[in-house]
């Protein structure tokens, strides 16, 4: 986990050097005609498609579950958490705005060729098409199949035709701002890198998603079966985490036997989920504050109210992008779902889909089953007919697609909303003192002394102790003085025979005392480190 965060920062910051260094030109224009909302990539207009399209950039809820189950469980002290939660999403706005800068580097009309959807089976037919279509956008965005043949050819890509979802756009323009800076030659290998750092920076997210959603599934569940809910114990754990993992693996396994299942079924509804999901978190996060606020400030040592009341202004520090937000998110779910345009509205499509494609693929494959009745396998007529029960299926799939996002989102709007009605409900009775500021925080652990010491006057060394305690962390050592304190090897460390080293004697939490054999330093030494290198080693 350490390795995988300093790779990812470490790219990102070696990027945005990059993007100093060589000053690249924006190719794309600042507007474009596509604000109007007849874009080919995203069909909305610039409000509100454009807010919830740079999603995790912006304002993510899947990054507050992260923080919520994650970052508590590794946090020392309450300080760290502005550093750690505000600096990680600062970053995290950073990928975004090296992605956007990526992007715009590119040639407008390969930027479209890239991320734009041709049906075809024929390499040459979908690379005409494509041409084609992109070119007829205007002058500013013309692309050639030679220039495409060219930079698939650099890269070391079959194609890049259609490569939507951003992945291969970002790692083109990463190859170029890191070929630039280093070299021309090196230009595949960057292109691969890139998509590398991307799989990982994904991978390593969905863990920590997985993760949590073992933590509120045992929450939600264990309140109806208590085993479920012992998260210390290992056969809940591991049911849970299978439970998470299993629905991972049906829309990644779905995706596969079906181009038009899976995970492209719920793509549509990600940019709205994770905003809405971001809507709920500043509810919740506007009430404490709210509460923070109302709260009288006592002295942690004599226990008395030093102010009578804090100033609750400090709500709208959250409440305002929350307004912002609902605003945004509530419009592009409308517009989802009712819109009467097909490129926008799942109701729409779906209504386009059954009373117009769907009769005629249909009609397409009743006549090229009657064709192909007697006809020998792999013949012509054959092919046909399968390649319409292919069209057919895929739009039947489409159908329900588009049906199950509609219901998806308009469960999510109506859950915020519900959300949202509940928060204001608290927020008015805690104004008007008609409830009263009561948070259900624990009761605080007090540092030792010289702990808060350590980051008062010498900060540098208050950074090198924390450095020399990672490199033990990495390096091992620090498990291994874990493990000889759990191990009690003190007793062991006198030159004496093996029949006079005493046992251990240990006492157990439940009452009553166990002997634990006493292990040399030198076999410890070589456990631990057989240990390490033989397991997966997990920060939690």
Not at 261 to 267: F, R, T, V
Not at 490 to 518: F, N, S, W
Request: aromatic share 8%.
């Amino acid at each position: 986990d350490y390795l995988s965060t300093f790779m990812k920062l470490g790219t990102i910051f070696v990027l945005a050097l990059g993007v100093l260094l060589v000053l690249p030109r924006l190719q794309m224009p600042a507007v474009t005609r596509f604000i109007d909302g007849t874009g080919p990539v995203v069909p909305g207009k610039l409000f509100p498609f454009c807010f919830i399209t740079i999603a995790c950039g912006a304002i993510s809820g899947f990054h507050t579950l992260i923080s919520s189950g994650i970052t508590p469980k590794i946090i020392t002290r309450e300080s760290y958490a502005r550093p750690v939660g505000y600096g990680a999403m600062c970053l995290e706005s950073l990928v975004a705005i090296m992605a956007m800068i990526a992007a715009c580097t590119l040639d407008p009309g390969v930027y479209l060729a890239m991320n734009i959807k041709v049906p075809g089976a024929d390499a040459g037919a979908v690379a005409s098409a494509t041409v084609a279509k992109v070119s007829a956008f205007g002058p500013e965005f013309t692309v050639t199949a030679e220039r495409m043949a060219q930079l698939a050819s650099d890269v070391r890509e079959e194609s890049l035709y259609g490569r939507t979802g951003g992945a291969a756009t970002l790692a083109v323009g990463m190859a170029n701002l890191f070929a630039k800076a280093v070299g021309e030659k090196w230009l595949a290998i960057w292109y691969h890198f890139a998509l590398m750092f991307e799989a990982l920076f994904i991978l390593t997210t969905l863990d920590a998603g997985t993760r949590v959603g073992r933590y509120l599934l045992q929450d939600a569940f264990g309140r109806l079966w208590k085993p479920l809910g012992e998260v210390r114990s290992l056969p809940a754990n591991l049911l849970s985490s299978g439970l998470v993992v299993a629905a991972w693996g049906y829309f990644l396994i779905a995706a596969v036997y079906d181009p038009d299942g899976g995970i492209k079924a719920l793509w549509p509804i990600f940019g709205i989920a994770n905003q809405l999901l971001a809507a709920t978190a500043l509810c919740l996060a506007t009430t404490v504050i709210l509460k923070m606020q109302l709260q009288p400030e006592r002295d942690p040592v004599q226990g008395q109210a030093v102010n009578a009341f804090r100033h609750p202004a400090f709500a709208l520090v959250t409440f305002v992008p929350l307004a912002w937000l609902l605003i945004v998110t509530g419009t592009a779910a409308v517009q989802k779902i009712w819109h009467s345009s097909p490129g926008i509205g799942f109701l729409a499509k779906a209504r386009q889909i059954r009373n117009e494609q769907l009769p005629l693929s249909e009609a397409a494959l009743e006549k090229a089953s009657a064709a192909a009745v007697g006809a020998p396998p792999g013949s012509p007529k054959v092919q046909q007919r399968d390649a319409a029960l292919a069209a057919t299926a895929s739009l039947r799939t489409q159908l329900f697609n588009n049906r199950l996002d509609a219901a998806v989102t308009g469960a999510f709007l109506a859950f915020v909303v519900l959300i949202f009605l509940l928060s204001v409900r608290e927020w008015v009775l805690l104004l008007a003192r008609k409830r009263l500021a009561t948070l259900g925080e624990s009761e605080p652990v007090w540092l030792a002394e010289y702990a808060v010491a350590e980051g008062r006057p010498l900060r540098v060394f208050s950074l090198l102790t924390l450095a020399f305690a990672l490199a033990k962390e990495l390096s091992g050592e620090a498990a291994l003085d874990r493990a000889q304190r759990a191990a009690s090897v003190c007793c062991c460390l006198e030159p004496e025979p093996p029949a006079a080293r005493p046992d251990v004697k240990v006492t157990l939490l439940g009452g009553g005392t166990a002997v634990q054999p006493c292990i040399s330093k030198e076999k410890l030494y070589l456990e631990m480190t057989e240990r390490r290198y033989r397991t997966l080693n997990r920060c939690c």
